[in-house]
Nanobody, 124 residues
Framework: QVQLVESGGGLVQAGGSLRLSCAAS????????MGWFRQAPGKERDFVAT????????YYADSVKGRFTISRDNAKNTVYLQMNSLKPEDTPVYYC?????????????????WGQGTQVTVSS
């Protein structure tokens, strides 16, 4: 069982930056593919970024490519999402996800574990 706890959300003006963190329990964190998703009220959960445990490789949604960076620190069992040049449309709740598997994954049903979410609000 893996537990994920997100932090770092908050209110920021458009053009600003935030860094989200996701702390994971478990001794085999380095074997997990990790992902970030976001979900606005009444909408589907959308893929943001994913990172695997080899190299590691990363993959981003087109809407955030060049602005967001996903990274991981296996020694701290933590994955990060650095968000720069934030826009009002980056506003919803952000969720961290994990699955003990190899390879980049961009669909919610590919993940086994989820955090509780952290709210990001970007004001115009």
């Amino acid at each position: 069982q893996v537990q994920l706890v997100e932090s770092g959300g908050g209110l920021v003006q458009a053009g600003g930056s935030l860094r989200l963190s996701c702390a994971a329990s478990g001794r085999t964190f380095s074997s997990y593919t990790m992902g970030w998703f976001r979900q606005a009220p009444g909408k589907e959960r959308d893929f943001v970024a994913t990172i695997d445990w080899s190299d590691p490789n990363t993959y981003y949604a087109d809407s955030v490519k060049g602005r967001f960076t996903i990274s991981r620190d296996n020694a701290k069992n933590t994955v990060y999402l650095q968000m720069n040049s934030l826009k009002p449309e980056d506003t919803p709740v952000y969720y961290c996800a994990a699955v003990r598997d190899y390879g980049l994954k961009n669909r919610p049903n590919e993940y086994a574990y989820w955090g509780q979410g952290t709210q990001v609000t970007v004001s115009s």
